[in-house]
C-alpha cells in the first residue's frame, strides 16, 4: 500500500521523505491556502521537495474548458504532476480529453461508488473517495472504499483508488486490509502510526536494564 501525505506544508513532507515512508502528496485549494504562500511558487516547491513522486494539485474551475486550461498548464510545471479535477459532470468531461492527451488526474470529492465507477470510465488515473467526511455525516467512509475496491476488481479498471479524507490510524488499517491502492493522510495520522505505549515501555525498559549491567560491570 502507498501512503502519500494530503498536505501543502513543506516541512511535514521533508520528514516523511526521511523517514522513507512518503510515496506521494495530494494537496487542495485549501491546504494550499494555509500556507499563505503565491500558489505558483508554492506548487513548483512542493513538487521540486517529492520528486519524482506524484503530487496531485487540484484545479479551481467548474467548466470543463477551464479545467482543462488549468491542467494542461500545470501538468507543464513537471512531470509528476497529478491534476486533481472535482467529480461533476464538467469534471468527467475534462478527465476524458484529459487522459486522452496522458495527462494524469484524480478525480476528487468521491462519495459514491457510482461516481468512482463514472470517473474510471472516463479514464482517471486516481480517483480519491472522502472517508472522514462521510463519517462526519454519519455515513460509512471504509465501506464506500470498500465497494469501489470490489467494483474496480470486477472490471479490472486500471484507475488507482487514494483513499482520502483521512482522520485516523483505524482508517488506514480498515482500508489497508481491503487492499486500497493508496492511502493519503495529515501528518498528524502518519505520526500517530508509529505508536504504541508498549513499544515506548519497551525501550524504557531495555534502557535500564543495560544501564544496570553497565554498573554491576563497573563501567
Ligand atoms: C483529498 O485528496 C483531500 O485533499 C483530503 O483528503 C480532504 O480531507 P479533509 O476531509 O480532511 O479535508
Redesign the pocket.
Known sequence: MKIYL?TANLQEIETALKWGVLDGV???P??IAREGRDPDIHFKDILKLVYPRPV?LEVVSEDAEGMIKEARELSNLSDNVVV?IPMTPDGIKAVTILSNEGIKT?V?LIFTPMQALLAAKAGATYV?P?M??LDDRGWDGVKLVEEIVDIFWNYDFDTEI?A????SVRHVKEVALLGVDIV?M?FKVLKQMFNHPLTDEGIERFKSDWQALQQKLGK
Open positions: 494530503d495530494t494537496t487542495n485549501t491546504l496531485s486533481k484524480n476528487t480519491s472522502f472522514g467526511r487514494i482520502a479524507s483521512t482522520r493519503t495529515p
